[in-house]
C-alpha cells in the first residue's frame, strides 16, 4: 500500500500545474497591423517554492487556433545562461535569462507583426521541485489582429512628421553647438568635414523615414513600362480617401488604357496577400446616363473587362471597382461603403517622375 501511495504521488508531482508561479503577457493583446509592435513576456516566480524550487527551461509556443498543433518560437535553459535558442523563422528578437534565485523571464518581440504572430501563446516551463521530481508549469494566453481605420492611418502619418521635424531640430541644434565650439579652432577643414557629416546624416534620415512610411502604407507594388503600380495597405471609406493617397506621392487612382496595363494590375493583385472586398480604379461617371472618364486625366476609357451583367446604370453608383471574388473583373457601385467599414483598398498609379 505504501508503494501505491508513493508512486501516486510522483505521477501528481509530474502533472502540468497552471497559474501562479509562471505568468505569460502581452502587449497588446489586439496588434494594429502596421501600427503597433508586439512583445510577450513568460515570467517565472520562484518565491514560492513549493511547486518549483529550481528553473531548467522555458518555452514559448504559438498556435494558430485551438486545434492546431503549437510551434517552438524561442527558448532558454539553464545550461547556456542567458543565452536565448529562437527556434521559428520569423522576424523577432528575444532575450531572457534562468536565474538560480530569483526570478526566470523569456522575452519576445516583433518590431513590425503580421497577422502570422496572432494565434494562441503558451509559455512551458520545467523544473524541479524542492524534492527533486520533475515539474512543468504553463501559462496561455490568445493574441489577435485588427485593421486599422484611415483616422488611426492619418494620426500615425502626423506622428511620424512630428518626429521627423523634433529630430531635424535636434541636428541642426546639435550643428549650432559645434559651430560655437569649434568657432576659434584653426581646423576649418576639419570643421566643415564634420558640418558636411551632419547634413548628409539629416538626408540619409529623411530617406529611411519616407521609406518607411511608403512601406506602410502600401503592401504590394509593381514596376512596368517606367511606372510603378502599388495597392495600399489599408482600406478606406470612400474613393476621396484612396485619391489622397494617391496624391500624397504624385500618382493617382489606376487608369488601365489597355489589356496590357489590365494584365498588370490584376497579376499585381494575385500576387498581394491581403486583398479586401473592393479595389478603386480611377473611373467613374458623374451620373447615370453620363459617359465614363477618368478622375485624374478626365480622358474616357478605352478599356473594359466587365464583370457579368455589369455595367448597371442606378442612381448614386458611380465608380468603377475591380472584383477580388471574379478575378478582378469590372462592376460599378457606390463611391463609400455604407456601413461605416474602411474596407476598399486603392491601387495608385505612380510615374517615375514622381518616385
Known amino acids: 500500500?505504501?508503494?501505491?501511495?508513493?508512486?501516486?504521488?510522483?505521477?501528481?508531482?509530474?502533472?502540468?500545474?497552471?497559474?501562479?508561479?509562471?505568468?505569460?503577457?502581452?502587449?497588446?493583446?489586439?496588434?494594429?497591423?502596421?501600427?503597433?509592435?508586439?512583445?510577450?513576456?513568460?515570467?517565472?516566480?520562484?518565491?514560492?517554492?513549493?511547486?518549483?524550487?529550481?528553473?531548467?527551461?522555458?518555452?514559448?509556443?504559438?498556435?494558430?487556433?485551438?486545434?492546431?498543433?503549437?510551434?517552438?518560437?524561442?527558448?532558454?535553459?539553464?545550461?547556456?545562461?542567458?543565452?536565448?535558442?529562437?527556434?521559428?523563422?520569423?522576424?523577432?528578437?528575444?532575450?531572457?535569462?534562468?536565474?538560480?534565485?530569483?526570478?526566470s523571464f523569456l522575452e519576445l518581440h516583433w518590431e513590425y507583426p503580421t497577422e502570422e504572430q496572432a494565434g494562441h501563446y503558451v509559455c512551458a516551463c520545467q523544473g524541479l521541485d524542492i524534492v527533486g521530481h520533475n515539474v512543468n508549469l504553463n501559462d496561455y494566453l490568445q493574441v489577435t489582429t485588427r485593421r486599422p481605420d484611415s483616422d488611426q492611418l492619418l494620426e500615425k502619418i502626423q506622428q511620424l512628421d512630428v518626429d521627423l521635424n523634433l529630430a531635424k531640430n535636434d541636428i541642426r541644434d546639435l550643428n549650432s553647438l559645434m559651430t560655437v565650439f569649434f568657432k576659434n579652432m584653426s581646423h576649418l577643414e576639419s570643421i566643415s568635414e564634420r558640418t558636411q557629416a551632419n547634413v548628409q546624416t539629416i538626408e540619409h534620415y529623411n530617406i529611411a523615414m519616407e521609406s518607411y512610411r511608403k512601406n506602410w502604407l502600401f503592401s504590394q507594388s509593381v514596376r512596368d513600362r517606367n511606372t510603378t503600380y502599388s495597392v495600399s495597405r489599408n482600406g478606406y471609406q470612400n474613393v476621396d480617401f484612396g485619391e489622397i493617397l494617391c496624391q500624397m506621392y504624385g500618382g493617382y487612382l489606376v487608369e488601365i488604357d489597355d489589356a496590357r496595363e489590365y494584365g498588370v494590375v490584376q497579376g499585381l493583385l494575385n500576387n498581394t496577400k491581403y486583398v479586401l472586398k473592393q479595389i478603386y480604379t480611377g473611373i467613374y461617371k458623374e451620373s447615370p446616363t453620363a459617359t465614363f472618364k477618368f478622375r485624374h486625366s478626365q480622358k474616357p476609357p478605352q478599356f473594359f473587362n466587365w464583370s457579368t451583367g455589369q455595367p448597371q446604370d442606378h442612381t448614386g453608383e458611380n465608380c468603377v471597382f475591380l472584383n477580388p471574388t471574379n478575378n478582378y473583373t469590372m462592376y460599378i457601385t457606390g463611391c463609400s461603403t455604407t456601413n461605416g467599414v474602411a474596407s476598399i483598398q486603392a491601387i495608385c498609379e505612380l510615374p517615375d517622375s514622381s518616385n
Do not use: K, W
Not at 505569460?24 to 510577450?40: E, K, Q
Not at 498543433?69 to 532558454?76: G, H, I, K
Open 1 to 103: 500500500m505504501a508503494s501505491i501511495v508513493l508512486l501516486g504521488l510522483f505521477f501528481v508531482l509530474q502533472a502540468q500545474l497552471t497559474g501562479g508561479v509562471v505568468h505569460l503577457s502581452a502587449n497588446p493583446v489586439v496588434i494594429d497591423l502596421g501600427l503597433t509592435s508586439l512583445t510577450v513576456r513568460c515570467d517565472v516566480n520562484q518565491s514560492n517554492q513549493q511547486n518549483m524550487s529550481t528553473v531548467l527551461s522555458i518555452i514559448v509556443s504559438r498556435s494558430a487556433n485551438s486545434s492546431s498543433p503549437y510551434t517552438d518560437l524561442a527558448s532558454v535553459i539553464t545550461f547556456t545562461g542567458e543565452r536565448v535558442n529562437v527556434l521559428a523563422s520569423e522576424r523577432l528578437t528575444a532575450n531572457g535569462s534562468i536565474q538560480a534565485t530569483g526570478n
